[in-house]
């Protein structure tokens, strides 16, 4: 079945230990997201990538960044994890609105925890 | 900033309706989103608004009423399994991304 994938599901790191999340597609869509979403909060969401821009929110932080290499595939590099970046991560993706109403598909996200 | 308002916390019987508002001050407007997301789970899709007016899915519902800043979620014949939250999301324009709201998390009792 087409859908998005993260792995891996759950990530343990240690505190300042770099650490990498994964997410690919098969829906070809062409709009990828990451979200931060910690315990009964809102989905907050970190970058997008439309097409092959890249899309940075405001207020992320430095310490996260992205790669999109392909269409089906993108990444979600913590850099210096802290205590505080403990989260689910959902990755999303979407197509033009113009095709259909553009809602989200998630994946099923990467849990981490920073120890 | 954009605000999107929804109830914390609802409970409501099996077999039962229960009504799931969600409130919205944003600086744009281009359609409105209700996920549902199990504990754990990512979120799935269960209805879109861009018109006033209400669209029926099944046991699902939602309204939109644009010149309130309003919609709720409609959900009929409660289940068990509909115990999850609840998630109100507005697109601001074009292909922008979704401005979330927090969730409603509702517990269906027998």
């Known amino acids: 079945d087409a859908m998005v994938i993260q792995n891996p599901r759950y990530q343990v790191t240690q505190f300042g230990k770099p650490v990498t999340l994964s997410c690919s597609q098969t829906?070809?869509?062409?709009?990828m997201y990451w979200y931060q979403q910690k315990s009964s909060q809102a989905p907050k969401l970190l970058f997008h990538?439309?097409?092959?821009?890249?899309?940075n929110e405001a207020d992320t932080p430095d310490n996260f960044q992205s790669r999109r290499p392909n269409t089906s595939f993108c990444f979600l590099d913590i850099r210096s994890p802290g205590l505080g970046d403990a989260a689910m991560y959902l990755c999303?993706?979407?197509?033009?609105?113009?095709?259909?109403?553009?809602?989200?598909?998630f994946g099923p996200g990467t849990r981490l925890t920073v120890t | 900033g954009q605000n999107i308002d929804q109830p914390t916390e609802m409970t409501a019987t099996e077999g039962a309706i229960v009504q799931i508002n969600c409130t919205y001050q944003?600086?744009?407007?281009?359609?409105l989103f209700w996920y549902q997301q199990h504990a754990g789970e990512a979120p799935t899709f269960l209805s879109y608004?861009?018109?006033?007016g209400l669209e029926e899915k099944g046991r699902f519902s939602s309204f939109l009423s644009r010149s309130k800043g309003y919609s709720y979620l409609l959900l009929k014949e409660l289940q068990m399994k509909d115990s999850a939250s609840y998630l109100c999301?507005?697109?601001?324009?074009?292909?922008?991304?979704?401005?979330f709201g927090k969730g409603t998390r509702l517990s269906v009792i027998a």
């Open positions: 608004n861009v018109l006033d």
């Open positions: 999303a993706t979407s197509r033009d609105a113009p095709v259909g109403i553009g809602e989200q598909y």
């Open positions: 944003t600086s744009g407007f281009n359609g």
């Open positions: 990538y439309y097409d092959k821009d890249f899309n």
């Open positions: 999301a507005v697109r601001l324009s074009g292909n922008t991304p979704l401005v």
């Open positions: 829906l070809n869509h062409n709009v």
